[in-house]
């Protein structure tokens, strides 16, 4: 099924994010996860591209056996280094194993390096086209609640959003974000600019003090007085500051359904046990349509 076509079917879809491995000898390590998360039956599992594609023959062979488990697989691409014939020809590999469905996203350049003059890409949008050109993949894009970090201000962000629409793209996932009400304000705020594609929020439940760090360093999401209460008082007892991110999460994700927000994207970090938890905390919450 392709991830357009589940958005269309009633009630609430919540899929789930896993990375692959970066070495041979760990891809036994990753199907175990991912066996775990697919025994959850999330609405898809999406499978993320190191950057500048350095796992690329992981991230197919994930996503192949994500589908061979039964479930959808979105497998993520980037396009900052590539050439136009080495994305057919991932396009192509992935057609063949099955995978029908791709995240379309630049990627970035090492830190400190500039665009090569004859960049086959240079963003986003271009890969969308691309992808198009090359025929059978339902397509999503990246988008930011709070703003790209490199984006002149928030509403020309919004209008490289409509550059991604008009190119095709079906369906858009958020950034990570941790308050709901900068999520409804950018979803307003895209509408207004004419987006109209169906967005899947992005949740990521912070479970150990080495993922803050990692959120800070790669995004600039904000964090609400609730959020940093929590990492004050537990950041430093493992034990307790997973509950507590378990916590905040599935109470995320229920403001999130009862304000109308159907598609939610799990960033598991590879955790199923984290994954499953939230599951269960949902459990009736994800069956119903509630309208
Ligand atoms: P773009 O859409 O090209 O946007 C980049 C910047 O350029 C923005 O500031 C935008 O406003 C601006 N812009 C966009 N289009 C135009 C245009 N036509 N003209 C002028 N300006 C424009 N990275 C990885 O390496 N691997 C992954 O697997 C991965 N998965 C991700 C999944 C999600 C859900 C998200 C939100 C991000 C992910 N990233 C991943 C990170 C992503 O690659 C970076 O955030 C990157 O800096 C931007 O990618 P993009 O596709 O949004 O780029």
Redesign the pocket.
């Known amino acids: 099924m392709t991830i357009r076509e589940t958005f269309q079917t009633p009630g609430v879809h919540l899929s789930c994010?896993v990375?692959p491995p970066k070495a041979f000898d760990k891809l036994d390590d990753a199907r175990a996860v991912v066996r775990a998360i697919c025994q959850l039956r999330p609405a898809y599992v999406?499978?993320?591209?190191?950057?500048?594609?350095n796992t690329q023959r992981f991230?197919q062979e994930i996503s192949a056996y994500v589908q061979s488990l039964g479930v959808t697989a979105l497998s993520?691409?980037?396009c900052?280094n590539a050439t136009r014939d080495a994305v057919n020809g991932v396009l192509d590999a992935l057609q063949a194993q099955g995978v029908h469905n791709v995240?379309?996203?630049?990627?970035?350049l090492p830190e400190g390096a500039a665009f090569p003059t004859d960049a086959h890409f240079?963003?986003?949008?271009?890969?969308i086209a691309a992808i198009h050109a090359h025929g059978g993949f339902c397509v999503?894009?990246?988008?930011?609640p709070e703003?790209?970090?490199?984006?002149?201000d928030r509403d020309?962000?919004l209008?490289?959003?409509r550059?991604?629409q008009d190119a095709g793209a079906d369906f858009l996932?958020?950034?990570?974000f941790f308050d709901n009400t900068v999520l409804y304000q950018f979803l307003f705020r895209a509408l207004k600019k004419g987006v109209t594609l169906p967005v899947s929020a992005?949740v990521m439940p912070v479970v150990n003090a080495r993922q803050i760090r990692r959120i800070l360093s790669?995004s600039s999401a904000s964090l609400p007085q609730r959020f940093l209460a929590i990492l004050d008082r537990f950041g430093r007892d493992p034990a307790s500051m997973e509950k507590a991110g378990i916590a905040y999460a599935t109470d995320q994700i229920i403001d999130l359904v009862a304000n109308g927000v159907n598609h939610i994207?799990l960033y598991t970090m590879n955790r199923p046990d984290v994954a499953r938890a939230i599951f269960q905390n949902l459990g009736p919450i994800l069956e119903g349509s509630h309208e």
């Open positions: 994010e990375f999406s499978v993320t591209y190191g950057a500048a594609g991230t993520h691409l980037t900052v995240l379309a996203l630049r990627g970035d240079r963003h986003a949008n271009e890969l999503g894009a990246a988008c930011y703003g790209h970090p490199e984006a002149f020309r962000d209008d490289s959003l550059f991604k996932t958020t950034q990570m992005g790669l994207h």
